[in-house]
């Protein structure tokens, strides 16, 4: 029998972004997120006609917020090449993440090797999330991993990534 998992999903996953002191680390992992609150911009983003972002209002804000108090927003895509048209998708919206304050750095999946294959969150460096899927590749929540040895790898990870990965705006131009 495999073991149970509680998930952080809703107001509790939320409150991670609001509590965090010094920085919150993102490592993507997927070539597509399945995000219902998405769907339609992403839509428009595929057939070429102008896209909606009003949906991304909070999160901006709360990046705003949260840089203009010091505190850091970073994360690291890994992308296949060629690009799927979610990834293009998301390389279209961080520009307004970035703008807002969030450093949004990419990395090709063949020059990620020794990264884990999945998603997760790092606040302070010491609160680390794994990020569950499904197989439609709608997130199911997040697991709060405590095992130390396992926060100091996500640590490592997320250095080797960063080190690895290029500037949104070097990214695009490649």
């Not at 998301?90 to 307004?96: D, E």
Request: with cysteine.
């Amino acid at each position: 029998m495999g073991r149970v998992l509680s998930l952080l999903l809703g107001p509790e996953f939320n409150r991670l972004f609001r509590e965090f002191e010094h920085t919150a680390f993102r490592l993507e992992t997927r070539d597509r997120y399945n995000a219902p609150r998405e769907a339609e911009a992403l839509r428009q983003f595929v057939a070429g006609e102008p896209v909606e972002l009003g949906w991304r209002t909070t999160w901006l804000r709360m990046v705003r917020d949260a840089t203009r108090a010091g505190r850091c927003f970073s994360r690291v895509r890994v992308v296949s090449i060629p690009m799927s048209d979610y990834s293009r998708f998301a390389v279209f919206c961080s520009g307004q993440a970035n703008a807002a304050g969030e450093d949004i750095r990419y990395l090709q999946r063949d020059e990620a090797e020794g990264l884990p294959d999945y998603d997760y969150w790092l606040f302070d460096s010491h609160k680390l999330v794994r990020m569950h899927f499904d197989e439609d590749d709608v997130m199911r929540g997040g697991e709060v991993i405590t095992d130390p040895a396992e926060i100091v790898r996500a640590n490592h990870w997320r250095d080797v990534a960063w080190h690895r990965a290029w500037l949104r705006e070097t990214f695009v131009t490649r």
